[in-house]
């Protein structure tokens, strides 16, 4: 199938500070929600680190599959060892790096799809997932025989429903009268209860489906292709995983927000 990719915007805060000593390779620890495997949000983090890694000539660390409640832990350890730079990836992570930033002057806190800032060493990214969401919904509108579209979400949390209701609008901007089903699986991680749920709103009618989320997405894709209904992928381009069932992905370049981070900090902003 044709493949059309619809690009998510960025927005940035930084706070300046003077430029990082770099007689020794940059050190870089990336906190992720989730497995680097995902297919989707944690994947597409962790492929931006290793680009950063190959042009920057950094050090770089991961740790995966951080609950909600090990988040400020998490960040803690990397700036202990004496990490340069810790990203925490997600809006969980932006309270306790608000928390605990201070403490490590040395150490810049990066944090993604969050608004927090602080000096001297917080920034953040807010990426614009309601954009995201209303360009893949427009284009669900679009190639929709049914007329019903489907949005899973892992939990209902700001950027996930941010993506819902930009997918609600833009559906609605092109066909006004198309119906659109939403439901949210109650965890990121549960793969089969995504692929359930996805199931249950194909058999209700839907020949578009997008989720988003971590592994309970691959379950919304592994229905659709069972189903055979189309896929509209988020964040990273997972089209491999179903090439016939995937019809374009609604990007978003966390591999820019980590270049730019890193090249600004390397430059001394």
Known sequence: MKKILALAVTAVTLFGASAMAQDKPLRVGLVLPGPINDGTFNTAAYQGLKKAEQKYKIQTSVQENTSFAQSEEALLNYARQGYDVVIGHGFQFAEPATKVHKDFPKTW??????????????????????????????????????????????????????????????????????????????????????????????????????????????????AAKEKNVMAIGTAFDSASFAPDTIVTTALVHFDVNIDLALGKIIEGL
């Open 109 to 222: 806190f990066i944090v993604n799809t969050a608004k927090a800032a602080g000096a001297p060493n917080l920034a953040s990214f807010d990426n614009r997932w309601g954009d995201a969401g209303y360009i893949a919904g427009a284009l669900a509108a679009m190639i929709s025989k049914t007329g019903i579209i489907g949005h899973i979400g892992g939990i209902p949390v700001p950027v996930i429903q941010e993506y819902n209701e930009g997918w609600d609008r833009g559906a609605k901007r092109i066909r006004p009268d198309i119906k659109v089903l939403s439901a949210y699986v109650g965890s990121f991680s549960d793969t089969a209860k995504g692929k359930e749920i996805t199931t249950s709103i194909i058999e209700r009618g839907a020949d578009v489906v997008t989720a988003t989320g971590n592994e309970s997405v691959i379950g919304t894709i592994q």
